[in-house]
Nanobody, 124 residues
Framework: QAQLVESGGGLVQAGGSLELSCAVS????????VGWFRQAPGKEREFVAT????????YYSESAKGRFTISRDTGKSTMVLRMNALTPEDTAIYYC?????????????????WGQGTQVTVSS
């Protein structure tokens, strides 16, 4: 059974918005962060945003600051990434991930649970 399931990807024009959701079905006891990474063709996976599951503290990459908003609903075990002002450079597969590590929430190797990913394509 998948423990992190993403939804909400799709095709959008530049300047548009998308909202990605991640359904978290794993045991969140001991989970520090749930976040998003993305990977474009030919590029390494990169950090987008993450949220401290218990406290709601948020962290963003420089490219996401001011455009993306991450939030979570612990009661519904969901996490959402609202993306505004999208550009073609945001085109990638977006992965939901969960970390049981306290330090370095922007480092993908700190995450030990991953979803299958959802495609986001931004046309110019």
């Amino acid at each position: 059974q998948a423990q992190l399931v993403e939804s909400g990807g799709g095709l959008v024009q530049a300047g548009g918005s998308l909202e990605l959701s991640c359904a978290v079905s794993l045991d969140t006891f001991g989970i520090y962060y749930v976040g998003w990474f993305r990977q474009a063709p030919g590029k390494e996976r990169e950090f987008v945003a993450t949220i401290r599951w218990s406290r709601g503290t948020t962290y963003y990459s420089e490219s996401a600051k001011g455009r993306f908003t991450i939030s979570r609903d612990t009661g519904k075990s969901t996490m959402v990434l609202r993306m505004n002002a999208l550009t073609p450079e945001d085109t990638a597969i977006y992965y939901c991930a969960a970390s049981r590590q306290y330090y370095s929430p922007e480092i993908y190797s700190q995450y030990d649970h991953w979803g299958q990913g959802t495609q986001v394509t931004v046309s110019s």
